[in-house]
């Protein structure tokens, strides 16, 4: 039994998983007891080039020992080659970076600057979304986290989720009419707007939301609707940067350019390092303002160097297409399992971050969410570790991000447990 009496638990109503976990190499973590778990979430749906990259290793040894940390107001090589590398690597005119530790502090700053710039305090994310935990993005989350901490920030408006399996508004076929969704939505913000907009903060593909990808056309028309009320467009792309699904960035797919975008877990393949990217326009204009955003850790050396050695081997392996196709891989092996367990609804996603929704008869989400955890567990029996979003009304979804690095009997091995967790578990 692992003991906890000294943890303050963190989880919400979850637990802590029940092994120790002693190591881990690749797409692989091994426990204390000499277990070898498959790893299907990229420790927090982050580690990219998979566990103890030799590449990131070595890095991390050298620049320790040559420089690690710095005064917040000092520059050194690594975050100047870093935030020159990650300009050249988005469309114009995304060029100004600043580098910090989390996702959570990467929303942070740019809601802050958004309303700083804008002159507006009010803020559209929406209604299934996770973008931290700190006051302004935690007040734009609504997954889950609402209740019982007091007032959220003021000013933030819910939009409905364009999902396509589970549609709230549909056309003459039944289809999701996603247009006249988002269409009520804004006539609904603008209702209840103090006529102080200031930004959208959504992500390309909702994670934490159920692995909901927003339909072709949707991000353009959000732009639209956002720039007609003089908001910024905010892309949260924490888990969808850095080649995941098969583009460099998940908004390349829409030909849209944000006005800001965050980055964070893929950017350090697992390590603390986030970054807010602007024009720089947006960025002169915040700063004549005074813009202020100062924490211990920001523009950190060590962490740089880890996101060029990522940025390194991202490029030089080609990692976009290697998730493009490793996503075809693993969907496919999915669909075929969706024939024979009537309880797989959908399978969906992009690349290497795929969802994998369970449904039963009649519609139980209670039911669904006892077979999910059933299947979670079963599956960690079986030497693979799964990840499942569990949401009120929805049911159970996987979220499956494995290591851009996987190899395809990896991915096929994962299918193969995940089967036989499934007929064991319904």
Same mark, same amino acid.
């Given at each position: 039994?692992?003991?906890?009496?000294?943890?303050?638990?963190?989880?919400?109503?979850?637990?802590?998983?029940?092994?120790?976990?002693?190591?881990?190499?690749g797409?692989?973590?091994?426990?204390?007891?000499?277990?070898?778990?498959?790893?299907?979430?990229?420790?927090?749906?982050?580690?990219?080039?998979?566990?103890?990259?030799?590449?990131?290793?070595?890095?991390?040894?050298?620049?320790?020992?040559?420089?690690?940390?710095?005064?917040?107001?000092?520059?050194?090589?690594?975050?100047?080659?870093?935030?020159?590398?990650?300009?050249?690597?988005?469309?114009?005119?995304?060029?100004?970076?600043?580098?910090?530790?989390?996702?959570?502090?990467?929303?942070?700053?740019?809601?802050?600057?958004a309303?700083?710039?804008?002159?507006?305090?009010?803020?559209?994310?929406?209604?299934?979304?996770?973008?931290?935990?700190?006051?302004?993005?935690?007040?734009?989350?609504?997954?889950?986290?609402?209740?019982?901490?007091?007032?959220?920030?003021?000013?933030?408006f819910?939009?409905?989720?364009?999902?396509?399996?589970?549609?709230?508004?549909?056309?003459?076929?039944?289809?999701?009419?996603?247009?006249?969704?988002?269409?009520?939505?804004?006539?609904?913000?603008?209702?209840?707007?103090?006529g102080?907009?200031?930004?959208?903060?959504?992500?390309?593909?909702?994670?934490?939301?159920?692995?909901?990808?927003?339909?072709?056309?949707?991000?353009?028309?959000?732009?639209?609707?956002?720039?007609?009320?003089?908001?910024?467009?905010?892309?949260?792309?924490?888990?969808?940067?850095?080649?995941?699904?098969?583009?460099?960035?998940?908004?390349?797919?829409?030909?849209?350019?944000?006005?800001?975008?965050?980055?964070?877990?893929?950017?350090?393949?697992?390590?603390?390092?986030?970054?807010?990217?602007?024009?720089?326009?947006?960025?002169?204009?915040?700063? %004549? *303002?005074?813009?202020?955003?100062?924490? @211990?850790?920001?523009? !950190?050396? #060590?962490p $740089? =160097? +880890?996101?060029?050695?990522?940025?390194?081997?991202?490029?030089?392996?080609?990692l976009?297409?290697?998730?493009?196709?490793?996503?075809?891989?693993?969907?496919?092996?999915?669909?075929e399992?969706?024939?024979?367990?009537?309880?797989?609804?959908?399978?969906?996603?992009?690349?290497?971050?795929?969802?994998? %929704? *369970?449904?039963?008869?009649?519609?139980? @989400?209670?039911?669904? !969410?006892? #077979?999910? $955890? =059933? +299947?979670?567990?079963?599956?960690?029996?079986?030497?693979?570790?799964?990840?499942?979003?569990?949401?009120?009304?929805?049911?159970?979804?996987?979220?499956?991000?494995?290591?851009?690095?996987?190899?395809?009997?990896?991915?096929?091995?994962?299918?193969?447990?995940?089967?036989k967790?499934?007929?064991?578990?319904?």
């Open positions: 039994m692992t003991d906890t009496a000294h943890l303050i638990r963190y989880l919400g109503r979850g637990g802590f998983s029940p092994s120790i976990v002693d190591r881990a190499a797409t692989s973590v091994f426990t204390d007891d000499g277990r070898e778990l498959l790893d299907f979430t990229s420790g927090q749906m982050s580690a990219i080039l998979g566990h103890s990259h030799p590449e990131i290793v070595a890095t991390i040894s050298d620049q320790a020992a040559r420089l690690d940390h710095l005064y917040s107001g000092m520059l050194s090589h690594p975050v100047l080659e870093l935030c020159r590398r990650l300009a050249e690597s988005l469309p114009a005119p995304l060029e100004k970076t600043m580098l910090l530790s989390t996702g959570g502090e990467a929303n942070e700053a740019a809601l802050r600057m309303k700083l710039v804008t002159g507006g305090h009010e803020v559209v994310s929406f209604a299934r979304s996770w973008h931290g935990m700190t006051q302004a993005a935690a007040g734009a989350t609504y997954s889950a986290g609402r209740g019982g901490y007091g007032p959220a920030a003021p000013g933030n819910a939009l409905p989720v364009p999902d396509r399996f589970r549609p709230d508004i549909v056309d003459a076929d039944g289809e999701l009419d996603w247009r006249r969704q988002l269409d009520l939505a804004f006539n609904l913000i603008d209702a209840q707007s103090t102080s907009l200031a930004a959208c903060l959504v992500e390309p593909v909702l994670s934490s939301g159920g692995i909901i990808d927003l339909p072709p056309g949707y991000l353009g028309a959000l732009r639209d609707k956002c720039h007609e009320r003089g908001m910024l467009l905010i892309l949260d792309e924490a888990q969808t940067g850095l080649c995941r699904t098969g583009d460099w960035y998940a908004f390349e797919r829409d030909g849209v350019v944000p006005d800001i975008i965050t980055l964070s877990k893929t950017l350090g393949a697992g390590l603390p390092l986030s970054a807010v990217v602007t024009s720089a326009e947006i960025e002169q204009q915040a700063h %004549e *303002l005074g813009f202020l955003f100062l924490t @211990t850790h920001v523009n !950190d050396p #060590l $740089a =160097a +880890v996101g060029n050695t990522v940025l390194d081997v991202l490029a030089r392996d080609r976009d297409e290697r998730a493009a196709e490793l996503g075809v891989r693993l969907r496919d092996g999915l669909g399992l969706a024939t024979r367990h009537p309880v797989i609804g959908d399978v969906r996603g992009r690349g290497l971050l795929v969802g994998l %929704e *369970l449904i039963t008869s009649g519609g139980d @989400t209670a039911e669904s !969410d006892r #077979l999910g $955890a =059933a +299947v979670t567990q079963r599956a960690g029996e079986l030497g693979l570790h799964m990840n499942i979003v569990q949401l009120p009304g929805m049911g159970g979804t996987f979220r499956i991000a494995p290591a851009l690095t996987a190899t395809e009997a990896e991915i096929d091995r994962g299918v193969e447990i995940l089967d967790a499934l007929g064991d578990a319904a």
